[in-house]
């Protein structure tokens, strides 16, 4: 299996643009995870999909961000506009049931906002 | 969600066992010890996990005090390979499977 696939990997974008993570969890998988790593903040979990369906938005930082996973196999998050605080590595994780599993990352995608 | 206290920072030498020692006083009977890793510019990996025996597999065991309040991750050779940030966080079984990560350890390790 290829693991988690997020892309792109590197994004550098001026504050006020848009910009669009994705997401291609592990096959099989029912949960997918969004989260933030900064060095301020450490690794904050963003929204989290069970099915599909988002479960727990409450870490989202504001309207500016959202989210969305049309089907089981892939998942995007975006920031519209961007601002230079958002930079930061985004990762996605994905798992399998619901309890106590192990959560899959993928490799990040770093994000400055100049 | 339970707290976590961790040391922010530990250093061994190679090839020697790691102790790696997480408190969470207030741990509910429900709630499961997760290590995850995160090597220098990757994602975090799960380590191992466990609620009240102690467990084993390939990478680490975890050690878990007889009422809970404290675990300790045992590597039990380290590499270089090794050198990483540790986390332990606490997860209800019916939290679904979401986990909340706080500061962790960096592990360092000397050749």
């Known amino acids: 299996d290829a693991g988690v696939i997020q892309s792109p990997r590197h994004e550098v974008t001026e504050m006020g643009q848009e910009v669009t993570l994705r997401c291609k969890p592990i096959s099989g998988h029912n949960s997918l995870f969004w989260y933030r790593q900064t060095m301020m903040r450490g690794l904050e979990l963003l929204i989290y999909?069970?099915?599909?369906?988002?479960i727990d938005d409450s870490g989202m930082p504001e309207d500016r961000f959202s989210a969305k996973m049309p089907n089981a196999s892939f998942s995007t998050l975006k920031i519209q506009p961007s601002e230079p605080r958002d930079s930061a590595v985004y990762f996605c994780a994905s798992s399998w049931g619901w309890g106590s599993y192990e959560q899959y990352f993928g490799p990040g995608t770093r994000l400055t906002v100049t | 969600d339970a707290k976590t206290t961790q040391p922010n920072s530990m250093e061994s030498n190679e090839e020697e066992p790691v102790h790696l020692p997480c408190n969470h006083s207030?741990?509910?009977?429900?709630?499961?010890i997760h290590w995850y890793r995160q090597l220098p510019s990757q994602g975090p990996e799960y380590v191992i996990h466990g609620l009240t025996s102690n467990v084993n597999n390939r990478m680490a065991s975890l050690a878990i005090a007889e009422d809970r309040k404290s675990s300790t991750l045992i590597l039990h050779r380290a590499t270089l390979r090794d050198a990483a940030v540790y986390y332990c966080i606490l997860k209800a079984n019916n939290a679904g499977n979401m986990l909340t990560f706080g500061g962790g350890t960096r592990l360092m390790v000397k050749p």
């Open positions: 999909f069970n099915n599909n369906v988002p």
């Open positions: 207030t741990i509910s009977g429900t709630d499961y």
